[in-house]
């Protein structure tokens, strides 16, 4: 066991279960203290306890920016500072092309995928700034490539890709260094919502293994690995980094 995080503070968002549970236990494991913010309390609750090292569960809305800052100002009176902000809450639905979504599916995703990564960062940013910490984002390789009948997810996740350069800019001169990982396909909840909605879920499974060059579909264990090393002072001269972690998913086809 390493302690590459030993001492730090990191706030995970949507950290109750999926990417974000697996990343809240891979911090602890480096011996950082980890605040999980969720719109789920028994999810994030169940992952705080799960942790092998300080945790604290704090239920919100992400999207929601006043929700954000009592979140925020609770994980300052627990543990006094904040060295790291990962914001990984997100939603995939709904697999359409553009014109089939409706206005306010597109404004859900964009307050829930992008949105949120503006209250955080206007929130925790004084902390951060103290710390001299880091910002990661989960981001998605789809941003980058795109994907047929998911318009407005594509969208939120090239804007967060985006975004994560802009910040990185700005933010350097607090030596606030801001990343983003880019997963494939991760067998998540989330995911396995998205198969669901598809007309033949079976085919859609097979497709996830096939597409990446490694062969398999991974679990969130191999994005928390990244993470943990994006956060930790392993990465310290690393910034504005669009991370994929694919199993080279977007080189081609395997066949």
């Known amino acids: 066991m390493s302690d590459d995080l030993a001492g730090k503070v990191v706030l995970v968002t949507g950290g109750g279960n999926g990417i974000g549970r697996e990343c809240a236990i891979a911090y602890a494991r480096e011996k950082a203290m980890v605040a999980i913010l969720d719109r789920d309390i028994t999810t994030a609750t169940r992952t705080a306890a799960d942790l092998s090292s300080p945790g604290l569960a704090v239920q919100g809305d992400v999207s929601n920016g006043e929700a954000v800052k009592q979140a925020i100002a609770r994980v300052l ?44 960062t206007y929130h925790a940013f004084e902390a951060l700034s103290a710390s001299k910490g880091a910002i990661l984002n989960t981001a998605s390789m789809v941003g980058i490539i795109g994907q047929q009948d998911h318009a407005a997810y594509v969208a939120t996740k090239g804007a967060m890709i985006s975004l994560t350069k802009a910040m990185a800019v700005d933010y350097a001169r607090y030596s606030i260094r801001v990343n983003a990982i880019c997963p494939a396909g991760v ?38 690995d990244a993470a943990a090393f994006l956060l930790s002072d392993k990465a310290r001269f690393i910034t504005g980094c669009i991370l994929p972690v694919s199993g080279g998913a977007e080189l081609g086809y395997r066949r």
């Open 77 to 120: 009176e627990k543990f006094g500072r904040i060295d790291a902000v990962h914001n990984n809450a997100g939603i995939a639905s709904p697999s359409k092309p553009l014109h089939e979504t409706t206005e306010e599916e597109w404004d859900n995703l964009q307050r829930i995928n992008v949105k949120s990564v503006y209250w955080t």
């Open 187 to 224: 067998w998540t909840p989330m995911l396995e919502h998205w198969c669901e909605e598809q007309q033949n879920p079976e085919s859609i499974r097979k497709y996830l293994n096939d597409i990446h060059l490694l062969g398999y579909c991974p679990r969130g264990d191999v994005i928390a």
